[in-house]
C-alpha cells in the first residue's frame, strides 16, 4: 500500500546540476527515513544518500558528499537529491526507497536490504 516516485532525471552536462524528487503517493512520509541508491551501467546498486524521519540525520556516499544534498519537505511529501557538479561517473539509474526500520525516525543506512517500497527510477546521463 505504498508507493515511491522518482522524478527531475535527465541529460546533464559535467558540471552541471540536477535535482531529484521522490515522492510518496499513499503513505506519509514525516517519521520515514528515505534513501537514494543508483545503478550504473555494469555496476552494482550502490547507496548514495539517506535522510532520517524527525531528527536530520544524513548519510552520504564519500564520492557524493560535499557535491549532494539529501533534503525533505514533509508538508510536500517529498524528499530532494540536489547534485552539484556532477561526473560522468555520476551517469546511473536513481532511485529512492523507504528505510524499513522504525529507528530510521532517528538514523539510515545507506544499505540496500535496510529498504523497500522502491520507486521506479529515474535516469540521469553526464556526458559533454
Known amino acids: 500500500q505504498t508507493q515511491l516516485v522518482e522524478s527531475g532525471g535527465g541529460l546533464v552536462q559535467p558540471g552541471g546540476s540536477l535535482r531529484l524528487s521522490c515522492a510518496a503517493s499513499?503513505?506519509?512520509?514525516?517519521?520515514?527515513?528515505i534513501g537514494w541508491f543508483r545503478q550504473a551501467p555494469g555496476k552494482e546498486r550502490e547507496g548514495v544518500a539517506c535522510?532520517?524521519?524527525?531528527?536530520?540525520?544524513?548519510n552520504y556516499l564519500v564520492s557524493v558528499e560535499g557535491r549532494f544534498t539529501i533534503s525533505r519537505d514533509n508538508a510536500k511529501n517529498t524528499v530532494f537529491l540536489q547534485m552539484n557538479s556532477l561526473q560522468v561517473e555520476d551517469t546511473a539509474v536513481y532511485y529512492c526507497?523507504?528505510?524499513?526500520?522504525?529507528?530510521?525516525?532517528?538514523?539510515?543506512?545507506?544499505?540496500?536490504?535496510?529498504?523497500?517500497?522502491w520507486g521506479q527510477g529515474t535516469q540521469v546521463t553526464v556526458s559533454s
Open positions: 526507497a523507504r528505510f524499513y526500520y522504525r529507528t530510521g525516525s532517528a538514523w539510515c543506512t545507506r544499505t540496500e536490504t535496510d529498504y523497500g517500497d
Open positions: 499513499e503513505f506519509a512520509l514525516g517519521t520515514s527515513a
Open positions: 535522510i532520517s524521519g524527525t531528527t536530520g540525520y544524513r
